[in-house]
């Protein structure tokens, strides 16, 4: 690997060299699993916007003196979030919940309710969630399916941060589409789905838009014949003896 970048357009399942050459030129960029378009901070502090198939241009943020510490964007036409290393964070592209902050490609700078620094941002088709160093996790923006886990029937818009009415501590946060997940140490919840139990230490949890999944380490032990049978089999044409497993939560 020498550093070089590239994009790959999903649709035309092709590969372009991206508009930057070599990563060592880049300080930060990010996207959303909703977002066509990705947000990039170049070593000089200039802060682009990149879709496929089209050029990247300067948003024209008024702090390139500052360093991005997360990028994270919705759905495209709807918000776009830059936040800093020193834990202000801004809105760009209005839209849903976040109306009120003013006009469309807008880059305004968003009043928080707390002072606790932000450990990261995750974004869905219309909503963002921020997870704190303390364990709480906020969020805001649509909340047509309880994305914004508040409780049932609150489906308009949520206007300002509000805290999450799930028990935690947590220890991370993933948005898809509609739904925000939530993980403990000992579990991972997501919308209304009964909690999961997990091994912190020996499983990885991965959402996408529509579905979601977890990657354990270990396989779980087979009790029936026929599943004896058919790990015996699968071990014969394997050359690596520990097997791994997924879990697939579809939302």
């Not at 789905?193 to 779980?220: L, M, S």
Request: charged share 20%.
């Amino acid at each position: 690997m020498d550093g070089s970048l590239f994009e790959f357009d999903t649709q035309a399942l092709k590969m372009n060299k991206f508009f930057i050459s070599h990563s060592s030129l880049i300080h930060c960029v990010g996207s959303g699993i909703m977002s066509t378009c990705w947000l990039v901070q170049t070593i000089d502090g200039t802060i682009y916007e990149k879709e496929v198939d089209t050029e990247a241009f300067d948003i024209g943020f008024p702090l390139p003196d500052y360093q991005v510490k997360q990028f994270s964007c919705c759905s495209n036409g709807t918000a776009q979030f830059i936040l800093l290393k020193n834990n202000r964070l801004f809105i760009r592209n209005i839209g849903f919940g976040f109306m009120n902050e003013g006009n469309a490609y807008q880059t305004k700078e968003l009043k928080l309710s707390f002072t606790c620094e932000i450990k990261k941002i995750d974004t869905g088709f219309a909503h963002i969630a921020l997870l704190l160093e303390d364990g709480q996790i906020f969020c805001r923006g649509l909340n047509s399916s309880n994305q914004c886990g508040l409780s049932v029937g609150a489906s308009g818009p949520v206007k300002e941060f509000q805290r999450i009415q799930i028990e935690g501590p947590f220890k991370d946060v993933y948005c898809t589409s509609v739904s925000t997940g939530v993980k403990t140490d000992t579990h991972f919840c997501i919308a209304q789905i009964p909690q999961e139990a997990i091994n912190d230490e020996q499983e990885i949890i991965v959402c996408g838009p529509w579905h979601g999944y977890i990657y354990r380490k270990t396989f779980t032990v087979a009790k029936s014949p026929e599943e004896i049978f058919f790990f015996s089999l699968l071990r014969r044409q394997l050359s690596n003896s520990t097997f791994y497993d997924l879990s697939f939560i579809t939302f």
